[in-house]
């Protein structure tokens, strides 16, 4: 049975496509919170301020989530994802630009840890909530499920080792420009997808 569904999974274009161009993306993201970290040490020597730089990233979803699921329902998952992947390209590159002109500070990456971490609160439920939709055979699923949560954790393991070995040329602007560059190939992706629509949600919901 997995075997089959997994043959299933291959012959299914889109969402390959679109499970290899999340991949990409994750892992230009979390390059960029390995980054911010060693940055933010970097710049006040402080393990407190390091810690107050994570949980400003985080605090945002953490209000935000229990809400995007019932937005979720009634918005376009197709214009959702192309607005975070784009709002996350610009952060990055207002990141990148900030760090090779020496002008990045504290301040400014509290102000775009919180904006990421908002745009994350809508893109990662966004993603998991379209995958079942591009599915032809919903006994797919879970396997969909299980090759993205696995993609996902790999994107984890490899991004900090690889950001590392960037790191030790004092190169923090060039991991923050490649996460900048990872989200191209899934804005791709989204392009040319056609995602199924709820058939709970009632014609007069928004952003259709």
Request: aromatic share 12%; glycine share 6%.
């Amino acid at each position: 049975m997995l075997e089959e569904n997994v043959k299933s999974l291959n012959k299914n274009n889109k969402v390959s496509a679109f499970l290899i161009g999340e991949s990409v993306s994750f892992f230009g993201s979390w390059m960029t919170q390995i980054t911010l970290v060693w940055l933010v040490y970097q710049l006040t020597d402080s393990a407190m301020l390091v810690g107050i730089a994570g949980f400003s990233n985080q605090a945002m979803g953490l209000v935000i989530t229990p809400l995007v699921g019932v937005l979720l329902d009634r918005w376009n998952l197709r214009y959702v994802l192309l607005t975070t992947q784009i709002v996350s390209i610009f952060l990055s590159s207002l990141l990148t630009f900030l760090t090779f002109s020496n002008q990045i500070n504290f301040t400014y990456i509290i102000i775009i840890g919180i904006l990421q971490g908002t745009v994350k609160a809508f893109d990662l439920p966004a993603r998991q909530v379209t995958l079942p939709r591009l599915l032809e055979n919903r006994s797919d699923t879970y396997t969909v499920m299980a090759v993205h949560s696995f993609l996902m954790n790999t994107a984890k393991f490899v991004s900090p080792m690889i950001g590392g070995l960037i790191l030790v040329r004092n190169a923090a602007g060039l991991c923050f420009l490649v996460d900048a560059i990872s989200y191209l190939p899934f804005i791709l992706v989204i392009f040319t997808m056609q995602i199924k629509i709820n058939i709970n949600i009632f014609s007069s919901c928004l952003w259709r």
